[in-house]
């Protein structure tokens, strides 16, 4: 079973940064894409960014491209993203995700391809 534990959340004004992290419990993750999501209230859950197993292929929301960097260090089976230049309706539950398939190159960022998911950090952007 994989479990995955997001970090890094927190309350942050306008323009501030913060680095979430994924953390695996296991050395399969390093094999998967992963990817990050957000839920804000009353709002769908939405794709960020996603990245390859190997780390070389990134997508990125329209949203948060140029100010959001996704990456990972394999070693330690965990997954950052570097959230820059935050603004107010960047104010979401934060979550990382598996891809269902090993060594895929996602083309797209499509929940549906994500199987094993954390439980959620809270980013809050007041102005």
């Known amino acids: 079973q994989v479990q995955l534990v997001e970090s890094g959340g927190g309350l942050v004004q306008v323009g501030g940064s913060l680095r979430l992290s994924c953390a695996a419990s296991a050395r399969t993750v390093s094999d998967y894409a992963m990817g990050w999501f957000r839920q804000a209230p009353g709002k769908e859950r939405e794709s960020v960014a996603v990245i390859s197993w190997s780390g070389l292929t990134t997508h990125y929301a329209d949203s948060v491209k140029g100010r959001f960097t996704i990456s990972r260090d394999n070693a330690k089976n965990t997954v950052y993203l570097q959230m820059n230049s935050l603004k107010p309706e960047d104010t979401a539950v934060y979550y990382c995700?598996?891809?269902?398939?090993?060594?895929?190159?996602?083309?797209?960022?499509?929940?549906?391809?994500?199987?094993?998911w954390g439980q959620g950090t809270q980013v809050t952007v007041s102005s």
């Open positions: 995700a598996r891809n269902s398939r090993p060594r895929t190159v996602p083309t797209r960022m499509r929940m549906s391809e994500y199987d094993y």
